[in-house]
C-alpha cells in the first residue's frame, strides 16, 4: 500500500458517503486523503497515524486496517449498501459525484458509453456541458487510459535512456528504479531516482522537457509527468547518504520488499527507503548503497531481476543465489531474417551490425516455404542463400555467419522441407505460425513430434503469445519442457518485445528441467538486433545462468 492507495480508499469512501447524502463526513475523509496524498513519507513508516493532520482516532484505525491488510472492511460494507450505478465515472479526475449523477440521469453509467456521448456530441443538450467541458471531458478520458494501461519495456527503454541523458548535466547521478530496472516486460510508470545538489534545476529540466505533455505535479523534490506516449513518469531527489535505501525501496518488487521488511523487523531492524535503522537506538546502520543494505540483512547481494518475492531472500540467505547470465556473456544472436524473407536488411548488413555487437556468431533463419505472407524460401532459394553464406564465411574473418532457417511446424508435426535440406543447414529454428486455437492435444503433439525431430536445434518461441494481442498457445508445457530435456533440443527466450517467449515463469520451469535455452531477437532490421538485452533481461528474471544459454558457446559451420 503507497500513499496514493490509502488515499483512493479514503476518496472513495467520502463519495460513497456524499451519494448517501451524509454531510460533514465526506469533507473529513477527504481532507485526510489529501495530507496522506502530499506526505513526503510513506505512510508505511508512520507509528501513530494521528500525527497526520485532519487524521483522527476513527480514521486512523481505518489506515491501520489498509496498511495492514490492504483492503477495508467498512468501504466493503458501504460498497454493498450503495450500488455503485457510475462508479466508474468517478475514476475520471474530472468528474465528481455531482456531474457522475447528472450524466447518469442521461443513460451514461461507464466510461466507454460517455466516450460515445462525447463522439456524438449528445451532451450538449445538457445544462452546463459546453465544447469546453466535451475538451476537458475528452483529455480526461485520455489520461486515464494512458495510466492504466501497460507499456512494454522495449518501447520504454529507450525513453529512459533519453531520460537519464537529459537529466545529466543538472545531476551527479540518474537511475530508473521500478519495474524497469527488474527489466519487468511491461511497465506501469517510470519511476526516476536522482542525486543532485541543483534539486530545483532538476525540477525545471524535467517538466521543461520536449517529451512531456502534461505536468501533473511540481515539488522541490519530487514531479510527476505524463510523457508525450502517455506513460507517467516521477523524479524524485534524493540525498547521498540515504540514495541505496531509496534505490532499493524504488526498485521493488513492493512483495520483495514487505518480505525484506519483515525479515529486517525479525533483526531488530527498521528497513524503509531512508535508511536501515536499529529499532532500539534509530541510528543508521545502512543506507548508502543497497550492497550495504543486503549485506546488513546477512543476505548476498540480490540482482533487481530476482527482487520478485520468489524464493531469492531465502537464496540469498544461504548464500545460493544462481550466478546469472550477462549480455557481454553473449557471443551470438540465432533469430535473424533478411531481405532474402521479409526482412529489411541483406545478410551482408545484418553481419554487419552483429560485428558491432562484438558478437562471434551470427545465425540467419528466414521463414519457411508455407509462410507465404512472410514470403518463406522454397528449398531451392534457402539452398542457393546457403551456399551465398558459405563464400561469404570464406571472405570474411572474426565472425561466423551461421546458416540456418525457422521452419515452420507444419500441422502434423513435421518440418517445412526434406530433410535432404534441413541436414545441410547449420541450424534448424521450428516455430508454430498456424492453427493457433487448436486444441491442447493437438498442439502439444505437434510440437513434440517436431522435439523428436534430429533435425532441429531450437523450438522458436514456444508458447506464441504476442503481448497485448495474442494468447499463449493451448499446450502442456511440462511435457514440452520434459520432451525437449531428452532429445537435448533447446528452447528459444525469443527476444522480441511484444513476445519474450519463453517468458520469466517458463525460463525458471525450463532451468528445473534442465533445458537448454538459445536467445534469438527475431530481428527484422538492423535496429532489432538491440532486443538482445530483453531476452537476457527475461533470462536474468528466470535466474538462468550462462550455462544454461546456447549463445555463451562459440559455433563453427559445420
Ligand atoms: P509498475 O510501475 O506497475 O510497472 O511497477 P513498479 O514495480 O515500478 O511499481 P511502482 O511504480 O508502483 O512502484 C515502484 C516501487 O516502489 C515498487 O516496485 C516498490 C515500491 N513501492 C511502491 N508502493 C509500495 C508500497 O505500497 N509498499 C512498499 N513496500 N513498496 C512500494
Ligand atoms: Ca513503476
Ligand atoms: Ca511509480
Ligand atoms: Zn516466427
Redesign the pocket.
Known sequence: ??NS?VARILYEIADILERQGIKFKPQAYRKAARSIESLEE?I?TFDDYRVIPGVGEAIAKKIDEIVRTGRLEYLEKLKEETPDEYGELLQLPEIGPKTAQILARQGITSISALEKALERHTLRRVKGFGPKTESNLKRSIELHQFKTE?RLLGKILPLCRQLKRALQPVCEQAVV????R?W?E??????ILVISRMSEQVMDTFTGLSDVEHVISRGTTRSTVILRNGIQADVRVLPEESFGSALQ??????EH??SL?QLAAGKGLKLSEYGLFDRKTDERVAGESEEEIYRHLGLQYIPPELRENQGEIEAAQTNSLPQLVELGDIKGDFHIHTDWSDGSGSINAMVQKAEVLGYEFVGIADHSQSLHIAGGLSSEKLLNQHAIIKEMNDSIDGITILSGVESDILPDGSLDYPDSVLEQLDFVVASIHSRFKASRNETTSRVVEALRNPLVTILGHPTGRIIGRREVLNLDLDIILSAAAETGIALEVNCYPDRLDLNDVHVRRAREYGVALALGTDAHSIQDLDYMELGVGTARRGWASPEMIMNTQCYTPR
Open positions: 500500500m503507497d492507495d510513506s508505511e501497460r528504479a521500478g519495474s524497469v527488474r519487468k511491461t511497465v506501469g510508470d517510470i519511476d525501496y524504488f526498485t521493488g518488487s513492493k520488499n514487505i521488511r
